[in-house]
């Protein structure tokens, strides 16, 4: 599987060939920003990526796809940091508009869904290069929104304001 941020897309190239499939396994428009970072999870049938884009609209998700045809199955809404998880909605930082939120308020960090891994327990972890982790339980994978901050603070935060923070997960 090959995602692209730009065209927020994933193509699937079959093991036995170099050729993508002719059409995308996930169309555009499943990812609302791009797609970064790919995890098969063959024991919840589903192929996770984090929907995010650093030259894009703010905000992330976490989304599972059905591994068998590639349609949305779960979206986990990543709030921005200092939100609560009530404020991330069907999906953080969308349709907020220009005249959203508080007058002359600061901006705070962006949420940016950066990787994603599975544990062989069946854990879902990914990155917020804000300066989080999150993890999803193996029971509750498909409950949408269901992701909990499991790491934050100076070992996994940007060094300077506006930077990325966690990263890559193994």
Known sequence: YIGSTQQGTIVRVPATTTTPDATPFVAAGIAQRGVIGLEVDAAHSLLWFCDSNPAGPGGAALVGVD???GTEAVRHAVA???ASNADAGTDAGLDAGADAGDAGATAGPTAFCNDVVVQSTGNVFFTDSSGRIF???SASVRTPNSAQVWLQGSSVASPTPGGFGANGLA
């Open 135 to 137: 993890r999803i339980p």
């Open 80 to 82: 921005n940091p200092g």
């Open 67 to 69: 591994l068998a045809n």
